[in-house]
């Protein structure tokens, strides 16, 4: 049995409409795609100032699902429905988040349900990792036909000058470990595995045993391993 399962979330974003609950932003100014410009995409621990999906209502012309991503451009991201929410902050190890209530309709009804949160990691596992002894690979980003090298960095710093600032380089995962108490039930990176949320094979069961909907599963072999 793998140590990781890979969660697909099944797509419901062609079906979503927003509309406004009150006319509080500025023109021009859709708070999801802010959300992204000022935490999801570069590295960084900053916990959210604002929900951005206050002010809206969102409308999902089908029903919504138990265990959904949040779109966007939103990576650690993810809708839930809070009676799940409940179970998985009780029962499993999860990295640090913060929660916001979200209001919505389904199909063509007009009541307003709020039985659903959006949560978000912001502490990206990246920042967990054990550079020293975990293994990358890196090629030149022109280069489509060489090797590449394998190379181990000295700290997360180092990976973050390459990553951001020496855009010459892709670099791909080849042996990733993360710091002890890093040991998480779900999770996501932020660049590594493209993003991708990953879960434990308890959690995986859990969610077999409760039939929770939104998503696919499947076996991960992923080079990743948590310290003792």
């Known amino acids: 049995m793998p140590d990781f399962f890979r969660i697909s979330f099944n797509s419901h974003l062609k079906s979503l409409d927003f509309r406004f609950d009150e006319p509080i932003y500025p023109e021009n100014t859709f708070m999801p795609h802010k959300f992204v410009g000022e935490y999801c995409i570069f590295l960084n621990e900053k916990i959210p100032s604002f929900n951005p999906f206050h002010g809206y209502i969102l409308s999902f012309k089908v029903r919504m699902k138990d265990f959904s991503q949040s779109g966007f451009g939103v990576r650690r991201g993810f809708i839930i429905r809070n009676e799940l929410l409940a179970q998985l902050a009780h029962s499993f190890k999860i990295p640090k988040h913060i929660i916001y209530p979200i209001k919505y309709t389904k199909g063509k009804s007009l009541e307003i349900q709020s039985d659903l949160s959006f949560v978000y990691f912001y502490q990206p596992l990246e920042k967990s990792i054990n550079f020293k002894n975990s293994r990358f690979g890196l090629r030149f980003r022109k280069d489509k036909y060489a ?58 069961d859990f969610l077999k045993k409760e039939k929770i909907k939104g998503f696919t599963l499947t076996e991960s072999n992923i080079n990743l391993s948590f310290e003792s």
């Open 147 to 204: 090797d590449g090298i394998s190379k181990k960095f000295a700290s997360y710093e180092e990976y973050i000058d390459i990553l951001y600032h020496k855009n010459d380089y892709l670099i791909t995962p080849l042996e990733v470990i993360v710091e002890k108490g890093h040991d998480y039930d779900l999770f996501a990176f932020q660049k590594l595995f493209y993003g991708r949320f990953f879960c434990s094979t308890k959690f995986a």
